[in-house]
Nanobody
């Protein structure tokens, strides 16, 4: 079983930045797609971004393109989500997720029913 430890959330003003981290308890990130989801109060959980560390493929939801950047440090088995130009509508609990790759990126990590492992959430609050 893969354990995911998410961190880095907090309170920030609109226009500010935060960096989320997701540390995975695996020997290697190869073979996994690691993604971030978020869930705002009263809303469904939605996929935000995903990365395949083995080939560098990345995916971003339209709502965060140009503002968020996902990256991985394979030596640390950690995936980061750099969030810039934050907006109040980015306020949510952010969850780290891992999916075993089966050759259909980004569906394998951005389809909620295909996620194999979830981390605990980290709260991101953006004030206006």
């Amino acid at each position: 079983e893969v354990q995911l430890q998410a961190s880095g959330g907090g309170l920030v003003q609109a226009g500010g930045s935060l960096r989320l981290s997701c540390a995975a308890s695996v020997d290697t990130l190869d073979g996994y797609a690691i993604g971030w989801y978020r869930q705002a109060p009263g809303k469904e959980r939605e996929g935000v971004s995903c990365i395949s560390s083995s080939d560098g493929s990345t995916y971003y939801a339209d709502s965060v393109k140009g503002r968020f950047t996902i990256s991985s440090d394979n030596a640390k088995n950690t995936v980061y989500l750099q969030m810039n130009s934050l907006k109040p509508e980015d306020t949510a609990i952010y969850y780290c997720a891992a999916a075993l790759r089966f050759g259909r990126f980004p569906e394998e990590c951005m389809t909620i029913n295909l996620v194999d492992f979830w981390g605990q959430g980290t709260q991101v609050t953006v004030s206006s």
